[in-house]
């Protein structure tokens, strides 16, 4: 999803958007069997008909249903989505979201993964010292896979 999209994107949205890219491809059916909701039913297919509809989700009739396909692949949807749980949970800090993060994968964290990391902030340090404030450069490419080993 660009950034406007996924701005307008509400949490229920983003859920479902969630489901949809862990799966590759979803009926209603089962977006309601990843989220785990059976009694939602009715509301995901609601929903999912208006992603189509905002051009963030595609579909294809299969029988009675749809199924429904990210019309943006889930690496290029990454940055946006981060974006917005930084600015959502974190005030914008990318350091404490990246702390947060490597704190709670603190007991799967690699040789590798650290070595990565260290490499990443020794590339991205600026002449004073610091690490570059660039929203660009936030390590969330090596947050990510440092925490998943």
């Not at 990318?94 to 590798?112: Q, T, Y």
């Amino acid at each position: 999803m660009e950034k406007a999209m996924a701005d307008r994107l509400g949490r229920r949205e983003c859920a479902i958007m969630d489901a949809v890219y862990a799966l590759g491809s979803a009926t209603p059916g089962e977006a309601v069997e990843f989220i785990g909701e059976p009694e939602a039913y009715d509301s995901i297919r609601v929903v999912l008909a208006n992603l189509s509809r905002k051009g963030v989700l595609r579909r294809r009739r299969d029988g009675r249903s749809y199924t429904y396909f990210p019309v943006v692949p889930s690496e290029a949807a990454r940055r946006p989505a981060m974006r917005r749980l930084i600015d959502t949970h974190f005030a914008g800090c990318a350091c404490s979201a990246a702390l947060a993060f490597l704190d709670m994968s603190r007991d799967e964290l690699s040789p590798e993964g650290l070595e990565q990391l260290s490499e990443w902030i020794a590339e991205n340090r600026c002449s004073n010292g610091s690490v570059d404030a660039n929203p660009d450069a936030v390590p969330t490419e090596a947050v990510l896979t440092a925490a998943a080993g």
